[in-house]
């Protein structure tokens, strides 16, 4: 009894949640906009890829793995149902992009480069979570070189089409766990010591930093910054969290119950990247479509300006 009125007491609180949370961004449009989106065939990414879609972008979905990528575009078609072809309709692409290998960043720049007239927004959202320790391609430890570094060399090599569409955004989604994290410039490759919580942490904080070094850097450009946490949502980015046999229906029960659904965690990426309420908003920090505050050790500028020289070095921009 006690554990069926506890889960009809979870599921009330989850209705009346859900009923609280804004649906979407009402009335906008993308139409004639094209919007760049890692990994967009799971979580985050792909809700936002469904939504962005539904706007009339054009959406390309840059994702590790291909087949998985092109089941989920498939999937994203079938539920949103795309317009007749033409200029103005909604389209989803999908291209091959690793952020663990500098090399397949590259490669999928070019291709942007070459094919893409424009870019209206990059929403930077791939991202691996608290994972044991690995190594990239590249020799980067997987969470600082994935979350930061691949998405730094990506934003960079895209920046000159971003600049030539502007008004443009970039997007970089970041997590409330930055403030755990702290940059130790004497170890940003975890060979001394490796924690997966801290260096998820830092990873994120690293982002925010980036984003506010960049919006600094893109002042009077036309192109805008903003990164944002999600909240807590039920994604597959927790594979590598280990939780207890035993405790799982328990933890599956609260997920459901507490946690964000994909398109609940995503509002904010959509907001930042269509809404005409930030229209040339940078450098800032959202959570649940508002401005939120960061801790000092986020507004660092000097800290920002180091970890830039330093990231520019180690993804090959600068010798």
Same mark, same amino acid.
């Given at each position: 009894?006690?554990?069926?009125?506890?889960? *009809?007491?979870?599921?009330?609180?989850?209705?009346?949640?859900?009923?609280? @949370?804004?649906?979407?961004?009402?009335?906008?449009?993308?139409?004639?906009?094209?919007?760049?989106?890692?990994?967009?065939?799971?979580?985050?990414?792909?809700?936002?890829?469904?939504?962005?879609? @539904?706007?009339?972008?054009? &959406?390309?979905?840059?994702?590790?793995?291909?087949?998985?990528?092109?089941?989920?575009?498939?999937?994203?078609?079938?539920?949103?149902?795309?317009?007749?072809?033409?200029?103005?309709?909604?389209?989803? &692409?999908? %291209?091959?992009?690793?952020?663990?290998?500098? %090399?397949?960043?590259?490669?999928?720049?070019?291709?942007?480069?070459?094919?893409?007239?424009?870019?209206? &927004?990059?929403?930077?959202?791939?991202?691996? !979570?608290?994972?044991?320790?690995?190594?990239?391609?590249?020799?980067?430890?997987?969470?600082?070189?994935?979350?930061?570094?691949?998405?730094?060399?990506?934003?960079?090599?895209?920046?000159?089409?971003?600049?030539?569409?502007?008004?443009? @955004?970039? =997007? &970089?989604?970041? +997590?409330?766990?930055?403030?755990?994290?702290?940059?130790?410039?004497?170890?940003?490759?975890?060979?001394?010591?490796?924690?997966? +919580?801290?260096?998820?942490?830092?990873?994120?904080?690293?982002?925010?930093? !980036?984003?506010?070094? *960049?919006?600094?850097?893109?002042?009077?450009?036309?192109?805008? =910054?903003?990164?944002?946490?999600?909240?807590?949502?039920?994604?597959?980015? $927790?594979?590598?969290?280990?939780?207890?046999?035993?405790?799982?229906?328990? !933890?599956?029960?609260? +997920?459901?119950?507490? !946690?964000?659904?994909?398109?609940?965690?995503?509002?904010?990426?959509?907001?930042?990247?269509?809404?005409?309420?930030?229209?040339?908003?940078?450098?800032?920090?959202?959570?649940?479509?508002? #401005? #939120?505050? *960061?801790?000092?050790?986020?507004?660092?500028?000097?800290?920002? @300006?180091? *970890?830039?020289?330093?990231?520019? =070095?180690?993804? $090959?921009?600068?010798?």
């Amino acid at each position: 009894a006690l554990t069926l009125g506890g889960g *009809l007491l979870l599921a009330a609180w989850r209705w009346l949640r859900g009923a609280a @949370r804004p649906g979407g961004i009402a009335g906008a449009s993308m139409r004639g906009k094209t919007v760049i989106i890692t990994g967009a065939n799971s979580g985050l990414g792909r809700a936002a890829a469904a939504e962005l879609l @539904r706007m009339q972008a054009r &959406v390309i979905m840059g994702c590790r793995d291909r087949a998985r990528a092109e089941r989920a575009a498939r999937e994203i078609r079938a539920e949103v149902g795309e317009r007749a072809e033409g200029e103005d309709s909604g389209e989803l &692409v999908v %291209r091959e992009l690793d952020l663990a290998s500098l %090399r397949s960043v590259r490669a999928f720049c070019h291709r942007v480069l070459q094919e893409e007239p424009r870019l209206d &927004v990059l929403i930077n959202n791939a991202g691996v !979570f608290q994972c044991p320790y690995m190594k990239t391609e590249d020799g980067f430890e997987m969470q600082f070189g994935v979350n930061h570094l691949g998405h730094f060399l990506l934003t960079n090599l895209l920046l000159g089409l971003l600049k030539n569409s502007a008004p443009s @955004r970039i =997007v &970089v989604v970041s +997590s409330k766990l930055y403030k755990y994290g702290e940059i130790n410039f004497e170890d940003l490759n975890s060979e001394m010591s490796y924690n997966k +919580s801290f260096c998820y942490s830092r990873s994120k904080l690293a982002n925010i930093l !980036f984003a506010r070094e *960049l919006a600094r850097r893109l002042e009077g450009t036309g192109v805008t =910054v903003n990164s944002l946490h999600p909240g807590i949502v039920r994604t597959n980015l $927790g594979r590598y969290v280990n939780i207890p046999l035993l405790a799982k229906p328990l !933890f599956n029960l609260v +997920s459901w119950a507490f !946690f964000k659904t994909p398109l609940e965690g995503a509002q904010t990426s959509i907001y930042l990247a269509s809404s005409p309420d930030v229209e040339g908003v940078s450098g800032k920090y959202f959570g649940d479509c508002k #401005e #939120e505050e *960061l801790l000092p050790k986020a507004m660092d500028d000097l800290v920002a @300006r180091k *970890l830039w020289d330093i990231s520019e =070095v180690m993804v $090959g921009l600068l010798k």
